[in-house]
């Protein structure tokens, strides 16, 4: 076991991971974690410019996983909630990477409007963001999508994503977004 953690250590560090978290993602715990990279940012002495990006690029994420993820009803317990997030940075820029269950029945929707938001332009996510806030457009988790359109307009970076099938009812969903 001990190997195993060394390993796991050895891991973060080669990958810049200056904060991990598996488990059931709480309200309490994103109030922890933003506190926590409030302080990390600080200590670093970033600019206050890209301070504020990552800041507010992490609570999307973080939201996005706190209302987005589907419960999951398997024999394991303790993937009913579970998620996983990390945060790392190399040289100036940062890493949010995010994954957590989907229902299978939810991939094409979800897919669908993350490869639209990806062929938009800066002007467009813009446009389409005012819009969706306008028309009241909502998911059916109540988000209306605004969290993906609000990251990739920050970043201004495509969103990278992805599905694993793990059975025939859930898939896993990763989303990888870069700060500079």
């Not at 390993?7 to 978290?21: A, G, P, T, V, W």
């Not at 206050?48 to 992490?58: A, F, G, Q």
């Not at 989907?102 to 389409?128: C, F, H, P, S, W």
């Not at 998911?139 to 969290?147: E, N, Q, T, V």
């Amino acid at each position: 076991m001990m190997l195993d953690i060394y390993d796991f250590y050895d891991k973060m560090e080669r990958n810049h991971i200056l904060l991990s978290f598996k488990g059931d993602i709480t309200s309490e715990l994103l109030t922890s974690i933003l506190q926590i990279m409030e302080s990390k940012l600080e200590n670093l002495q970033e600019e206050p410019k890209v301070k504020k990006k990552v800041y507010n690029v992490l609570v999307e994420c973080l939201q996005n996983l706190y209302h987005h993820m589907d419960e999951v009803d398997m024999t394991q317990t303790d993937k009913t909630r579970s998620a996983i997030f990390m945060i790392g940075k190399v040289e100036s820029k940062y890493t949010i990477i995010t994954g957590n269950y989907i229902r299978a029945e939810n991939v094409k929707g979800l897919d669908t409007r993350l490869q639209e938001i990806n062929t938009m332009t800066q002007e467009q996510l813009k446009e389409y963001y005012k819009r969706v806030l306008a028309n009241g457009e909502m998911s059916a988790k109540g988000g209306g999508g605004l969290g993906m359109i609000d990251i990739a307009r920050k970043t201004g970076e495509k969103l990278n994503y992805t599905f694993m099938p793990i059975d025939d009812k859930y898939s896993f969903f990763s989303l990888n977004i870069k700060i500079s």
